[in-house]
């Protein structure tokens, strides 16, 4: 850990007893769902449109006036989250384009002022509360729109730029209101996903061009465990955790892969873990974006993953009218079909004793061990340093064909019967010490 990392950490944080409860079923639960959904929707060009295109804030307000998701039920929402084994969502309540998804106080441009005038927070937390699905809140720490803030990713375009830098204890003060709001008004809430930790682009007119920022963390984390103690911290900073952080997170990568070049960090092993990833390439609707992941492909991932220890949060991003395109909503049920016969070598496991392989992975649970074979051409799998004595019983989680097994030295070698054929076959063994 860095040191002015620390300095801006939640000094002397001892987690309560339902704070680490809350981690334990955090890594269990294993799958998420991502929404990014908001007024940024609507041009279908991804949620950085106000940054990419060099929208003004005066323009990009009008937005505002044009939000109007008449076919949105947060009830399918949630229903769908559950039919595909997800077991919480992670809502965006306000993205870097400063939109507020919920009635708040303390900024105009906010859901109550658009045309559809409904409180989305409130509607997806009693609808999660209703269907048992926990709710995780994206909040952005840094914003293209309030002059407050002080720094300038995003307000570097034409007509957008800043010049000066904005009264920062005003924008702290701003973001404990908003995150005071959320976890008062809407009843439990399981986390807070902050994002944006890493713009440190001092505007133009700056005294000091070099100076970082000060999240002041150490008030802004001990206000969220005051409120909300269970409620898990995380922070997409691409770092290795801060003291007061709950869980931690990689993008676009599984720990230790690095494809996407913004995780150099090692995956913690005291903290629960999770990972994001998009269906297609964008993370809010974008209408030219059809690079969508198959099946198949978004399967691998959630039990690498899990083969790893680490969460999948799977993101989707709704149209601007509320409803789900059916290229995600057909992937979604597809893992959902999957999971409903072998969620059991997903769910409350642990990582494998092995990390994943080039013909997939492992899961584990006390006395058993679900391997899982992505490639279903092979004729046997070995496992290396078998670290069992023993195995009882050895069969296919599908049918219980039996599979036959051999145990040398400390190697275990497992023959693969002739009905393989899933794009993920999982073999349990049943194991002794
Ligand atoms: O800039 C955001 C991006 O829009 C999206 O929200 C992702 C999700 O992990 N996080 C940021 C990039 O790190």
Not at 58 to 70: A, G, H, Q, T, V
Not at 305 to 329: C, D, R, T, W
Not at 366 to 382: L, Q
Request: with cysteine; net charge negative; hydrophobic share 35%.
């Amino acid at each position: 850990l860095c040191i002015s990392c620390f300095v801006f950490a939640q000094k002397n944080y001892t987690p309560a007893p339902e704070n680490l409860q809350a981690r334990q079923w955090f890594a269990d639960a294993r799958f998420g769902l991502f929404i990014h959904w908001g007024p940024f929707s609507i041009p279908g060009d991804g949620e950085w449109v106000m940054n990419n295109r060099n929208i003004t804030v005066k323009n990009y307000s009008r937005l505002m006036d044009f939000f109007n998701p008449i076919q949105f039920d947060a009830a399918k929402w949630v229903g769908m989250a559950k039919d595909a084994g997800m077991k919480y969502i992670t809502l965006i309540t306000r993205h870097h384009d400063g939109f507020s998804m919920w009635n708040t106080k303390y900024s105009d441009f906010n859901i109550m002022n658009t045309p559809y005038k409904k409180d989305i927070v409130k509607l997806m937390a009693d609808e999660c509360h209703k269907q048992g699905i926990k709710l995780y809140l994206y909040y952005s720490l840094l914003d293209w729109r309030r002059d407050d803030y002080s720094w300038s990713t995003g307000r570097t375009g034409k007509g957008t730029g800043r010049t000066v830098q904005g009264n920062w204890n005003d924008y702290l003060s701003f973001m404990k209101n908003q995150l005071t709001e959320l976890l008062t008004n809407y009843g439990e809430i399981g986390g807070i996903w902050f994002d944006g930790h890493w713009d440190q682009t001092a505007p133009e007119g700056a005294a000091d061009r070099s100076a970082k920022i000060d999240w002041h963390y150490d008030e802004i984390y001990g206000l969220i465990h005051k409120l909300q103690p269970a409620c898990l911290i995380g922070n997409n900073h691409h770092m290795t955790p801060f003291p007061g952080e709950d869980f931690q997170m990689f993008e676009k990568d599984l720990p230790g892969e690095n494809k996407s070049g913004l995780s150099y960090q090692e995956a913690s092993d005291k903290l629960p873990v999770e990972t994001c990833e998009t269906i297609n390439n964008s993370w809010g609707f974008n209408i030219t974006d059809t690079t969508y992941k198959s099946n198949e492909q978004l399967l691998h991932y959630l039990v690498k993953a899990s083969g790893l220890g680490v969460n999948f949060l799977l993101n989707i991003g709704p149209m601007p009218n509320g409803e789900i395109q059916p290229e995600f909503k057909d992937r979604l049920h597809w893992m959902g079909d999957w999971l409903r016969t072998y969620g059991e070598s997903i769910y409350n496991t642990n990582a494998g004793y092995l990390k994943p392989q080039a013909w997939g992975c492992l899961t584990q649970k006390t006395d058993k061990i679900y391997v899982h074979v992505f490639d279903n051409k092979r004729a046997s799998v070995i496992l290396e340093q078998f670290p069992f004595k023993k195995i009882k019983k050895a069969y296919l989680l599908k049918d219980k064909t039996a599979v036959k097994t051999q145990l040398k030295n400390d190697m275990a070698q497992l023959f693969l019967p002739d009905n393989i054929d899933e794009p993920d076959e999982v073999i349990v063994l049943e194991v002794k010490n």
